[in-house]
């Protein structure tokens, strides 16, 4: 069965190309360590919420927006093989040094799909 990573994160306005760019690099990498899809997505139509939104989990502030991605592999363990092949690659610890957002205010998680069609 399929897995997923997902992904949302606050980028300054001003980085969205550099944040494309990063993206556009990592997603073979991902590919390589055996996801089968990689998918980034711009905030467009996100609205405030009453108690809860996509701004306010990340804690976005007014210059910013939201990046809402994941990532698709074949399995659970594709998934948990790729992160040990990531956090030993010298190509991701590059990212981590460079990224155009606050890396502390991502929000991520591991989730198994209950309807795929």
Known sequence: MKYVDGFVVAVPAKNKEEYRQM???AA???KEFGATRVVECW??????????????????????EV???WIEYPSKEVRDAAN??????????????????????????????????
Do not use: H, N, Q
């Open 23 to 25: 993206a556009a690099k």
């Open 28 to 30: 073979p990498l991902f």
């Open 43 to 64: 905030a467009d139509d996100v609205p405030d919420g009453k108690l809860t939104d996509f701004r306010m989990a990340v804690k976005a502030e007014d210059d910013e």
């Open 67 to 69: 990046v809402f991605s």
């Open 84 to 117: 040990a092949k990531m956090m030993a690659d010298p190509r991701m610890k590059e990212f981590g040094e460079t990224m155009p957002f606050d890396g502390k205010r991502m929000i991520y998680g591991g989730f198994a799909p209950l309807l795929d069609e």
